[in-house]
């Protein structure tokens, strides 16, 4: 064994007994200068964590007849992995209603309900959502429901930025195909997502704004009303708002009528 091989063989020794040392007391890794750290530091880049969302493609169908559009829509979502909320989805939610509705509404995503059976609005809020949209004259299948995002997020929190940047270029082609003639938004996360507009509910509901050139009226979310029954009245006027502007006669359905939707 030469001289340098055997001072290399004492290095390691030592690094590896230095090692062995650091995890009795709970350390990892192998010491470094303080000067070479700062050298480090002044050549190597920073990289730090994205502040602003990924920018989606645009979708746009292909069909002219609404309903094949909606479905080249669909198609292209197809088994969709762009964000992470298709970890926990059981399937995508992507919509109902008619193609061609005057009338849509939005919430912000799919609850368990709505993960398990696949369809928009389908557990308690649902039911309120329909006895609402019945109380207007209208029939669930006459009108479209949508939520920001089409997949459940985990424990029903709010979808996050890059989720709704990730997810929303559909809905704006769904919006871009049905052509509504105004937009319900459903709720808190709903109004302030499409709107990007932090303006509390309370605030912003019963005002008349605008998404990609359309009416948008801001309401009370159903589960909200569920839980607050006292502002059932408030949403009513705000429905009652956007039945104004449709021209819509209210053709109240037994045990709703007159007043809001119990
Ligand atoms: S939420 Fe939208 S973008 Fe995210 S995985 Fe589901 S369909 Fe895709």
């Known amino acids: 064994m030469t001289e340098r091989s055997e001072e290399v063989g004492r290095l390691v ?3 590896r007994a230095l090692l062995r040392f650091q995890g009795q007391l709970g350390l990892q890794g192998v010491p470094v200068a303080p000067e070479f750290m700062a050298r ?4 190597e880049p920073v990289v730090s964590e994205p502040t602003a969302a990924p920018v989606a493609p645009v979708v746009v169908p292909a069909a002219t007849d609404p309903v094949q559009a909606l479905v080249e829509i669909r198609t292209t979502i197809g088994d969709c992995k762009r964000c992470k909320l298709c970890r926990g989805r059981t399937q995508v939610v992507f919509g109902t209603g008619l193609a061609t509705a005057r009338l ?3 919430g912000e995503g799919p609850g368990r309900d709505e993960d398990l059976q696949g369809e928009p609005f389908v557990g308690a809020a649902g039911q309120l959502l329909d ?16 939520n920001i995002v089409k997949c459940r997020p985990p424990k029903n929190r709010d979808p996050e930025p890059d989720e709704v940047a990730a997810c929303e270029p559909f809905l704006k082609a769904q919006i871009r ?3 509504p003639e105004v937009i319900v938004a459903l709720g808190r996360c709903a109004a302030q997502t499409l709107l990007r507009d932090p303006t509390p509910i309370t605030r912003m509901r019963g005002h008349w704004r605008e998404y990609q050139g359309i009416a948008v009226m801001p309401t009370y979310h159903p589960a909200y009303l569920l839980r607050s029954p006292s502002e059932k009245r408030p949403a009513w006027e705000d429905l ?6 449709l021209n819509l006669t209210p053709l109240p359905p037994k045990g709703v009528a007159p007043g809001a939707p119990k």
Not at 131 to 146: D, N, P, Q, S
Not at 240 to 245: D, F, G, L
């Open 177 to 179: 195909v049905i052509k």
């Open 13 to 15: 020794a030592a690094t």
């Open 240 to 245: 009652k708002a956007v039945m104004k502007r």
């Open 131 to 146: 006895k609402m949209i019945a109380a207007m004259g209208l029939g669930r299948r006459e009108v479209y429901i949508a």
């Open 40 to 43: 480090r530091a002044r050549v």
């Open 104 to 106: 849509m509404f939005i």
